[in-house]
């Protein structure tokens, strides 16, 4: 379970950075401050997805303490 949750996670982190590539480029470029808007509002939400996954996935594996 724990080996599932890392995976997910490390697939949210790289969402997370393509949906601030892309909120990032359309501010440069002068695109629609709405979808700007909307892109940051959703890798805050992806952001937050990615650490519970962290999170769950320290819990899973004992937080890394020595066993």
Known sequence: ???VTYILAIIVMGVVALVLIRG???????GNPNLSNK???????????AVLLIMLT???TGGGRPS
């Open 1 to 3: 379970m724990s080996t």
């Open 24 to 30: 990032l480029f359309n501010m440069m470029k002068g």
């Open 39 to 49: 892109l940051m509002q959703l890798r805050v939400l992806l952001q937050a997805i």
């Open 58 to 60: 320290l819990w899973l």
